[in-house]
């Protein structure tokens, strides 16, 4: 055993003192036993950082290669992140402002809208979209994007600040879409206020 030993630590003693110690302006890449061969660096150009403000009004940063997460520093007991809670300020049916299957606002719709946003007292607003069941779930989505769209282009002509423009189509229904009055509550556009 003690011949083991003797050998074991003549062994180590004899690898440590073959490698040099790595100055900090030298390449780590240089010592034996550190290997950079698949080590991957990630720089600032190759990843796009972006922020996106979900319906509750929290942002979240998103990387392009799908990395993401919440923005705010506060978390409830539970570790979850407590956001700025948006406000639902505004739901106008569409029927009001849109033509059937049409996207363009009417003048005196534009009017009423930017009365609208020149009004209400918040730091930046959330236009969401929604449709009834009607047509298919691509079409819908495209529609109700477009018509959120054309709001927050009102909301901008007068100089609100738009933190985000989603479509949800039919995925998010406030009535039955088995009845004609629920249809028509479905097809709408909301407004949400954040502070």
């Given at each position: 055993m003690?011949?083991?030993f003797?050998?074991?630590?003549?062994?180590?003693?004899t690898?440590?003192?073959?490698?040099?110690?790595?100055?900090?302006?030298?390449?780590?890449g240089?010592?034996?036993?550190?290997?950079?061969?698949n080590t991957?660096?990630?720089r600032?150009?190759?990843?796009?950082?972006?922020?996106w403000?979900?319906?509750d009004?929290?942002e979240?940063?998103?990387?392009?290669?799908?990395?993401?997460?919440?923005?705010?520093?506060?978390?409830?007991?539970?570790?979850?992140?407590?956001?700025r809670r948006?406000?639902?300020?505004?739901?106008?049916?569409?029927?009001?402002?849109?033509?059937?299957?049409k996207?363009?606002i009417?003048?005196?719709?534009k009017?009423?809208?930017?009365?609208?946003?020149?009004?209400?007292q918040?730091t930046?607003f959330?236009?969401?979209?929604?449709?009834d069941?009607?047509?298919?779930?691509?079409?819908?989505?495209?529609?109700?994007?477009?018509?959120?769209?054309a709001?927050?282009?009102?909301a901008?002509?007068v100089?609100?600040?738009?933190?985000d423009?989603?479509?949800?189509?039919e995925r998010?229904?406030?009535?039955?879409?088995?009845?004609a009055n629920g249809?028509?509550?479905n097809?709408r556009?909301?407004i949400?206020?954040v502070?």
């Amino acid at each position: 055993m003690t011949k083991a030993f003797i050998a074991l630590a003549l062994a180590v003693a004899t690898g440590l003192g073959s490698t040099a110690p790595v100055r900090a302006d030298q390449d780590a890449g240089a010592s034996p036993f550190i290997s950079m061969q698949n080590t991957r660096i990630v720089r600032g150009e190759q990843y796009i950082p972006g922020i996106w403000v979900d319906p509750d009004g929290c942002e979240h940063w998103v990387m392009d290669d799908g990395a993401e997460g919440y923005m705010s520093p506060h978390t409830d007991r539970n570790g979850i992140p407590v956001c700025r809670r948006g406000n639902t300020c505004g739901v106008m049916n569409t029927d009001q402002f849109f033509a059937t299957d049409k996207y363009a606002i009417s003048s005196a719709g534009k009017a009423r809208l930017a009365e609208f946003f020149r009004q209400a007292q918040a730091t930046s607003f959330i236009i969401t979209g929604h449709t009834d069941s009607r047509a298919s779930d691509e079409y819908n989505l495209r529609l109700s994007y477009n018509r959120a769209l054309a709001v927050a282009s009102v909301a901008k002509s007068v100089g609100a600040r738009i933190a985000d423009v989603r479509g949800y189509g039919e995925r998010w229904p406030v009535a039955s879409n088995a009845t004609a009055n629920g249809m028509a509550k479905n097809r709408r556009v909301e407004i949400i206020c954040v502070r």
